[in-house]
Each structure stands twice: as C-alpha cells, then as structure tokens.
C-alpha cells in the first residue's frame, strides 16, 4: 500500500483524519441499474414497487437510494400517492404556471409542448436522495415516487437507480 506524505500513523494529518471517523481501506459497494418507464401521454408514473423491489435485491440494509431520470422533458419527484386528486391538482397548477405553446418561446422545433415540458422538468429536477433503512425506502406512508412525463405524446424513459 502507498504512503500519503503528512498521512503516515501517528502523524497530526492522520490523527486528525481517525478523529473524523476516516477509514482509508472500506470499500464501498454500489449497484446501478437503469429501468425503462413507458409513457403513453402527460402525467405521473408511480415507479415506487420497482425501486423497493431493486433495493431489496441489492441486500443493502443502510444506505442512499439515487433515482434520476435521463431525459430534459420529465421529472422524478417524490408525491402523496393515496389520493390521486393530489396529482390532478398538481398537474393542473401546472399547465396554468407553464403553459404550452407560448409565443415568447424560441424551442419550438419539436412541438408546442416541448419548451413548457423543459421547464417543468427544471422546476421539479431530475434527480432525488432517498435514505434505506431496515432494507426498505424510508418514505413516508403516503409518499411515492413518480416519473413525471410533461410531453404530450407518449416516450420511452430511462432511469438510472444507484443504491449505496
């Protein structure tokens, strides 16, 4: 093994480190798949099961759960999953907040959806942190995790799952 000049055992930059807790030799164990979500038109895709099912085959027991999507026209965005009005709402505040076709917009070479779909997908991310705990998502009861689609038409969605 190599020597880190300032690291070496009873070093000050070393006893510091050992204060922090550091461990120089943990080898940390990630799995990383990418799932492909189907859309057929604008709305929400609860893909909350496949998530836990994948955390449950990685044998993690404490970690980090990263879902992000690959794409400028969806989201990834943790919701209530019991009532389904809370997604109409959502929906509907919106198309109202960003409205499709807008004369202001210059992107418009792939269809008057499209800007308003980039938007959204900036104001809602691409990306979230779940922590696993006990081998399961730590989400609240009424909590789930959705694909976002903001296009129109229907699209083929990748997603990259990364557990830590």
Not at 3 to 16: N, T
Not at 69 to 79: D, E, M, N, V
Not at 119 to 125: E, H, M, Q
Not at 130 to 142: A, E, H, V, Y
Request: charged share 20%.
């Amino acid at each position: 093994m190599d020597r880190v000049p300032g690291y070496e055992p009873g070093g000050r930059a070393f006893e510091s480190l050992q204060a922090r807790h550091f461990i120089p030799h943990i080898k940390i164990f990630m799995l990383q798949k990418t799932i492909s979500v189907t859309t057929s038109r604008r709305g929400f895709y609860e893909i909350t099961e496949q998530i836990q099912d994948l955390v449950s085959q990685s044998d993690t027991i404490s970690g980090l759960c990263n879902i992000f999507i690959k794409h400028t026209s969806a989201s990834i965005i943790i919701c209530e999953n019991a009532d389904p009005d809370v997604l109409v709402d959502l929906q509907s505040y919106f198309q109202k907040l960003v409205k499709d076709g807008e004369s202001y917009f210059h992107h418009t070479l792939e269809g008057a959806d499209d800007m308003s779909a980039h938007i959204k997908s900036v104001l809602t991310g691409n990306s979230i942190t779940i922590p696993i705990t006990d081998s399961k998502l730590n989400i609240g009861i009424w909590q789930g995790v959705f694909l976002w689609e903001h296009r129109l038409i229907p699209h083929r969605r990748e997603i990259i799952l990364s557990i830590t």
